[in-house]
Structure formats: structure tokens, C-alpha cells
């Protein structure tokens, strides 16, 4: 990859100034300038002082992996989309009730992160393509170390559950507990799971006998029937377990490592559930790009960032 100089960031400044490139200006104090007005010298860094009482670190970083992540070769794939995702989102603007102020705020969330505009939507999401599918890369590499992390961590599973539903929670009737009663003990003696949940369950996955496939404790899920599923071991079945939608029975197919590195959804599991994945793959990224940081403190800056504690 081409070695990204990085300077200092710009800001916008709403004062009119005579910019003059770092390097052919005078100094200040040995400093080389960043811009000078008539009646003033800016250094490198009271530049950066002046930058930080503007914007966080946050701010400072997006601006820093947008070059970063621009140098980074665009798949086909990246680029396709990038352009499917582009065209979608100018056919959104066309058809909203209030078209100018989406493209406004589009258009400022844009220039926040150092593009122009508009004019570089698909850019951005080739971009954001390309990040995407490096960081995946990096998990997908480093797998065989980073799973034993995230299953300490998220406990991943695969479950299975049936949804049994009832006219009211707050007043099951003797013919709704009898059905549900007659359920678990057939599982319990020894009819398969997947076969009642055909049979009874009343939602989407009825027809993939219960399989609601792999899960960890940052999935989506209720909170009653979240609990309960990773409280569970393997083969393990729960009691009726209420939450808004009515009664689930709930089982572990397997929490098993060999065959969750299998699994085809795992690396994105993991990075949505991981912070620290996600920033150790930036900081791979950077030694890969050999950035030259030529201002110590925006160095700082960005590993400060970087730093890998929490998680989502």
C-alpha cells in the first residue's frame, strides 16, 4: 500500500485567511506555520489546540480512517454495490416528502467525515465496503484466537424454540396450559423437537422446526426469552418461558466451538458483538499503510481511540 503522510487535520475556520502551504511559510518559534493572516501566525501546533477546542477525538479519528480506508484496493463487489447503494439513496431523495432536507443532512454527515459532499456518495460507500470487508478478512485470519474470546464473552449458540400463543397472558385458561403442558412432555419423552415445533409453533420459524440459528447475548431478542436461551446448556430444555409474543419453549441445539467456526455468519457475529476486533483490525491496518505521523499528539489522538477495552 502507498505510505500515507499525515499532517494536521483541517478545520474549517470562518475568518478569511491567506493560506500559504506548510513549508514555504516563515516559522514561529522554530515551528513551521500552518497558515498565517495579516495580523497573525498559526504553528503546527496551536493548530492542533485550535482543532481540539473544535472538534473530540471521535472526530478527529473519522477524518484520520477516512484517508485511511480510501487507500484501500476497492473489490468489484465493494464497487458494485457502492454504486447500487448510491443510486438507491439519490432515489430515496427523489421520492421523500422533504428532499432538500434529507440531502442536507446526508450531506453534512458527509463533509463531517472529509468528503465534499454529495458528489462523493459512492465513494463513501466503497469505502465503507472496502472497511467492511477488511475487517472481515481480519477476524476470518485470526478466528482460531479471537473465538475463544467471544464465546468466553457472548456465549454463541445455536437455539431452537416453539412460540405458543395464548388469548391472555395475564389469564391462561386450563385448555392453553393443558396444550402446553402436553408439548413439553412429549419432548421430554422423546419426540423431536423440530417435529412439535412444526405442529405447534406460531411464528416463522415453525416451518425450520423451531431453528432460529446462531444467537449470542448481544442478539436482538426479548429480554424474558434472551435470558433464558443463554442460560441454557447443550440439549438443554427450558421451562414455558412468557414474554409479549406468549409462552416459548426453548432449546440449545449447540454451543459447540468446532461447529460454530462453521458457521457462515460467525465473523459478522463477532464484529458486531467485539469493539476491540474491530479497532485491532484498524490498527493492523495502519502498520500495513506505514502511516507517517508527523504530529506526535494526533497520534495519540487516534490510539487513543484504538484503545480495545468494552465491548458492544
Do not use: C
Amino acid at each position: 500500500m502507498k505510505k500515507i503522510a499525515l499532517i494536521t487535520l483541517l478545520i474549517i475556520v470562518a475568518i478569511a485567511v491567506t493560506v500559504i502551504l506548510v513549508g514555504r511559510t516563515p516559522t514561529k518559534d522554530g515551528e513551521a506555520l500552518v497558515f498565517k493572516t495579516d495580523e497573525n501566525k498559526v504553528s503546527v501546533s496551536e493548530y492542533y489546540e485550535l482543532l481540539s477546542s473544535y472538534y473530540d477525538d471521535n472526530y478527529i479519528y473519522q477524518r484520520f480512517e477516512k484517508d485511511l480506508i480510501s487507500h484501500l484496493e476497492k473489490s468489484e463487489t465493494a464497487l458494485a454495490s457502492a454504486k447500487q447503494s448510491a443510486e438507491a439513496l439519490q432515489s430515496q431523495f427523489n421520492e421523500s416528502q422533504n428532499p432538500e432536507q434529507d440531502r442536507a443532512n446526508v450531506t453534512l454527515t458527509l463533509t463531517s467525515l472529509g468528503y465534499s459532499g454529495l458528489d462523493d456518495l459512492e465513494e463513501y460507500f466503497a469505502n465503507y465496503g472496502a472497511r467492511t470487508e477488511y475487517v472481515q478478512r481480519y477476524v476470518f485470519e485470526n478466528l482460531s484466537t479471537i473465538f475463544d474470546e467471544y464465546q468466553s464473552q457472548f456465549k454463541p449458540r445455536y437455539v431452537s424454540h416453539i412460540l405458543f400463543k395464548v388469548e391472555d397472558l395475564e389469564n391462561v385458561t386450563e385448555s392453553e396450559q393443558n396444550t402446553m403442558n402436553n408439548i413439553k412432555n412429549r419432548i421430554q419423552n422423546g419426540e423431536a423437537f423440530g417435529d412439535l415445533a412444526k405442529e405447534f409453533s406460531e411464528d416463522g420459524s415453525k416451518e425450520a422446526g423451531g431453528a432460529l440459528g446462531l444467537m449470542d447475548s448481544t442478539t436482538e431478542f426479548v429480554k424474558p426469552f434472551l435470558d433464558a436461551a443463554l442460560a441454557l446448556e447443550t440439549d438443554e430444555l427450558s421451562e414455558w418461558v412468557e414474554s409479549e409474543y406468549g409462552f416459548h419453549l426453548i432449546v440449545v441445539d449447540t454451543s459447540d466451538k468446532e461447529t460454530l467456526m462453521k458457521d457462515s455468519y460467525l465473523v459478522n457475529n463477532i464484529i458486531n458483538s467485539m469493539v476491540s476486533v474491530d479497532k485491532e483490525a484498524m490498527k493492523q491496518l495502519i502498520d500495513e499503510s506505514t502511516v507517517a505521523f508527523q504530529d506526535e499528539a494526533i497520534k495519540e489522538t487516534i490510539y487513543k481511540v484504538l484503545q480495545t477495552e468494552g465491548a458492544n
